[in-house]
Every structure is written in C-alpha cells, then in structure tokens.
C-alpha cells in the first residue's frame, strides 16, 4: 500500500489549510475540512505499520483527538499541517509497540525490496532478498520508520525530515548509514554461508 503524499500542495492548499487551522482554533467544530483531508493519508499511515484495521481506526481517531485538543499550539512554520498529524501519529502507532499493544508490521513486495537492493548497490537473489527481510527485522524502530518511508512508501527526503523533525541532509545521512549496515549484515551473512 503506497503512501499518496499530501506534501506536495499548491500555494492555494497551503493557504486553505491555514485558514481552516484558524476557523478550528476559534471553533473546534470547524475542525471538519481538515479531519476530511487528512483522515484517509493518516489512516493509511498506522494502518501500514500495525495491519490492524481496528487499532489502526482506534490510532487514528485517537491522532485527531490529540491534533484537535493541542490544535492551539500549531504554529504555521511553512510545513504541510500533514507533517505534523504524521508526528502525532508516529507517536501514538509508538506508544502501542511500547505498552505491548500491538506488534510492528512491515507490509513490504517484492519490488520494494528489490528497489531498497538496488539502491544498495547489491546483486538481487533469493538469498538476498531473505536475508533482506532478515536485516530489517532486526531495525530499531526509529531506523524502520526512515527506510518505510524512503523505500516503502516513496516519501521525499525533505517530506520525512518535515515529518521526523530533521534536516533534509540529516535524513539523508542516517538512511544512507542504515543502508551501509544492512548491506554490511548482509554480506557477513553471505559469507559465513
């Protein structure tokens, strides 16, 4: 399931999302137009990493309950407002792994795989593409986040820094440095076969 970026808005979005950001700080009941917008992205978003179509609706809600009731405290710095609902949601989909509520998927295919192999600069195989599987497993939760995003659901470096708080170029620094130790578990695998 590829993620369909919202980043990439017009001038005339952006705006819209602001003024709807003010009507909703003024009103909360005027909170509608954003929830509509966004509600399917962020779904999508916890959906993909629990494949748990009721927590995933239960995180959900819960990333819009928590955006409404700290809605006072957005400030528009230039960012898509998605940025932001997908740092809520990154929260809470995290707070679920660490009370043991839910257990972290990967939904990946082949071809995302092979894309990551390739990007790698690795020959694909099915030795490879195992030990692949193998060498994500053992991730920390924050480096699984940046490959999903990268690779699984081709998000823009400068949409994943707005969304993990990093520099553009930072972004790019730890998933290239992820990279490398995978590619590197991955060739000691090899050899030790």
Avoid: C
Wanted: overall charge positive; hydrophobic content about 40%; aromatic content about 10%.
């Amino acid at each position: 399931m590829a993620a369909r970026s919202s980043y990439h808005q017009s001038q005339g979005q952006i705006a819209q999302d602001k003024e709807w950001i003010e009507a909703a700080k003024s009103d909360p009941a005027r909170f509608e137009p954003l929830y509509n917008k966004y509600h399917e992205a962020i779904f999508r978003f916890v959906y993909q990493r629990l494949n748990d179509q009721e927590q995933a609706f239960d995180v959900t809600s819960q990333v819009f309950l928590k955006a409404l009731t700290n809605l006072h405290r957005y400030e528009f710095r230039g960012l898509p407002f998605s940025s932001w609902l997908f740092r809520i949601a990154i929260s809470e989909v995290n707070k679920l792994f660490k009370q043991n509520k839910a257990k972290r998927t990967v939904n990946i295919d082949s071809l995302q795989l092979k894309g990551l192999l390739e990007e790698m600069e690795s020959d694909e195989n099915e030795d490879r593409l195992r030990l692949m599987i193998d060498a994500i497993a053992g991730l920390k939760p924050e480096e699984l986040t940046l490959v999903e995003m990268r690779f699984f659901e081709q998000r823009p470096f400068k949409e994943i820094a707005d969304i993990l708080q990093l520099s553009e170029s930072n972004a790019k620094v730890r998933l290239y440095r992820i990279l490398e130790r995978l590619r590197k578990r991955i060739t000691a695998k090899l050899n030790r076969a």
